[in-house]
T-cell receptor
């Protein structure tokens, strides 16, 4: 099925470990983004990309890196996990030439202990 | 003050009730107004979007935008238990900047 695929669905990390959250879309969307969702804080933009090779920071980028080598993939790297990064992470994409709605993945639940 | 304000609820209504969900905003440049529905442990899904002012209807759902008051609403008629979810409003300005500004979401429970 067409859409945004995120892996893994769940992950437990120890403080200081690194990992990559994967995101892939098969809709040829130019714009991709990573959000984290925390109770009482809503959805907060971490990083986004307007096309292959172009990325930019959102409102909470510290501790995270991204790259966009292809249109389809937009991985999010946690460099040195901290308990404050315990959250649910969503990848979302949209096409710049059609309606403004985003398509979201099903999320990755990350716990840092 | 946040750019977008949304009452988090929770809101609990009986099946068949009319539900009204609302957001206020402060940025007069916003032109696209969206409502997303998020079921527990799922990603948000786009429910409706409206460009500029006016109403838009889709089945039991109606979205309204009042730009003069900087106020948007989502009405759900004949609410069903399957409508139980968190509803998030989101909005952005026109142009190539695709970044959305989100409300915190309103939790809705429709009781059979």
């Amino acid at each position: 099925n067409a859409g945004v695929t995120q892996t893994p669905k769940f992950q437990v990390l120890k403080t200081g470990q690194s990992m990559t959250l994967q995101c892939a879309q098969d809709m040829n969307h130019e714009y991709m983004s990573w959000y984290r969702q925390d109770p009482g804080m809503g959805l907060r933009l971490i990083h986004y990309s307007v096309g292959a090779g172009i990325t930019d920071q959102g409102e909470v980028p510290n501790g995270y890196n991204v790259s966009r080598s292809t249109t389809e993939d937009f991985p999010l790297r946690l460099l040195s996990a901290a308990p404050s990064q315990t959250s649910v992470y969503f990848c979302a994409s949209t096409q710049t030439t059609t309606g403004p709605g985003y398509t979201f993945g099903s999320g990755t639940r990350l716990t840092v202990v | 003050q946040k750019e977008v304000e949304q009452d988090p609820g929770p809101l609990s209504v009986p099946e068949g009730a009319i539900v009204s969900l609302n957001c206020t905003y402060s940025n007069s440049a916003f032109q696209y107004f969206m409502w997303y529905r998020q079921y527990s442990r799922k990603g948000p899904e786009l429910l409706m979007y409206t460009y500029s002012s006016g109403n838009k209807e889709d089945g039991r759902f109606t979205a309204q935008v009042d730009k003069s008051s900087k106020y948007i609403s989502l009405f759900i008629r004949d609410s069903q238990p399957s409508d139980s979810a968190t509803y998030l409003c989101a909005m952005r300005a026109a142009g190539n900047n695709r970044k959305l500004i989100w409300g915190l979401g309103t939790s809705l429970a429709v009781n059979p």
